[in-house]
Nanobody
């Protein structure tokens, strides 16, 4: 069991920045690889970024590479998504997720690979 709570969303103008946080509790944080997904109105939830158990490996959706940075602080049981140069198309509810399965190539990009999900935090980017 693990509980995830996202925070840090809000309204920002295009070109601005936000830092999302996901606080984990209930189990040993380092046992889980972590991901961020997002869902815009009328669209399917999509992969945004992921970080390995150790924090040493990361991956990003192509459209956010160079703008977003995922990181984790094992001591704080928290994963972050720093979002810079935000665009209106980044507007979505952002979800934090945790998975405890074995990793293979591409698995971290799949919703089904994650066992626990946060409630989501709204990010709105105005043009």
């Amino acid at each position: 069991q693990v509980q995830l709570v996202e925070s840090g969303g809000g309204l920002v103008q295009a070109g601005g920045s936000l830092r999302l946080s996901c606080a984990a509790s209930g189990r040993i944080f380092s046992n889980y690889f972590m991901g961020w997904f997002r869902q815009a109105p009328g669209k399917e939830r999509e992969f945004v970024s992921a970080v390995s158990r150790s924090g040493g490996n990361t991956d990003y959706k192509d459209s956010v590479k160079g703008r977003f940075t995922i990181s984790r602080d094992l001591a704080k049981n928290t994963v972050y998504l720093q979002m810079n140069s935000l665009k209106p198309e980044d507007t979505a509810v952002y979800y934090c997720a945790a998975g405890d399965g074995r990793i293979y190539s591409g698995r971290h990009r799949l919703e089904a690979s994650y066992d626990y999900w946060g409630q989501g935090t709204q990010v709105t980017v105005s043009s």
